[in-house]
């Protein structure tokens, strides 16, 4: 399974943007890139998700490097109820399991 | 609202006995996933269903552990003889589509299972 590396943690201001990093060098062409994040004592949530080329939905945005070897998760104004662990996912197209990482630990100061 | 329902949100039991965690699904979601969280880790995958055939297995840490779905819906995750390191807690997501299908998986919030 291909690994993914994210910082262990940031901070943000509310109302500012957000830019979470994900690195995937190991990338296959078939592997999806995938972010869930996950609140205190709650399930993961998906967030958003994509192949080659820029995604955007109502929670956040999603940059994918030309060589697909990084990627980064916008949010576009923090809030505090964005503080949540966000995990950046290879989902391989042949296979149904997720597998998450460490994740990023995003604080949001008021 | 009609997410996924997971029962009980917490179980105690002590080590040797048996539990049973019931998993359900958002109605009409062919897709079921159990994934084990240990405290202060990210989910690791345990096992997965699409309708009631169990596609992967690979993740079961043993031969205690044993999920079903018999009428592709409602899920269980049995584990006998529990341990120590059983304790975690268990999440349970469903997907709309077929389980290879890049649709997003809809999570509980989990059955924390301590063994004492």
């Known amino acids: 399974d291909a690994k993914t590396t994210q910082p262990n943690s940031m901070e943000s201001n509310e109302e500012e943007p957000v830019h979470l990093p994900c690195n995937h060098s190991?990338?296959?062409?078939?592997?999806?890139i995938h972010w869930y994040r996950q609140l205190p004592s709650q399930g993961p949530e998906y967030v958003i998700h994509g192949l080659t080329s820029n995604v955007n939905n109502r929670m956040a945005s999603l940059a994918i490097a030309e060589d697909r070897k990084s990627s980064t998760l916008i949010l576009h104004r923090a809030t505090l109820r964005d503080a949540a662990v966000y995990y950046c996912?290879?989902?391989?197209?042949?296979?149904?399991?997720?597998?998450f990482g460490q994740g990023t630990t995003l604080q949001v100061k008021p | 609202g009609a997410g996924v329902s997971q029962s009980p949100r917490y179980k105690v039991a002590k080590r040797g006995q048996d539990v049973a965690l019931r998993c359900d699904p958002i109605?009409?979601?062919?897709?079921l996933f159990w994934y084990q969280q240990a405290l202060g880790q990210g989910p690791e995958f345990l096992t997965y269903?699409?309708?009631?055939?169990?596609?992967?297995k690979s993740g079961l840490p043993s031969d205690r552990f044993f999920a079903e779905r018999p009428e592709g819906s409602v899920s269980t995750l049995k584990i006998q003889r529990t341990q120590q390191e059983d304790s975690a807690v268990y999440l349970c997501a469903s997907s709309i589509g077929a389980a290879y299908s890049n649709q997003p998986q809809h999570f509980g919030d989990g059955t924390r299972l301590s063994i004492l």
């Open positions: 109605s009409g979601h062919v897709s």
């Open positions: 190991t990338i296959s062409g078939t592997d999806y």
């Open positions: 269903f699409q309708n009631e055939a169990q596609l992967d």
């Open positions: 996912i290879l989902r391989a197209g042949n296979t149904g399991k997720l597998i």
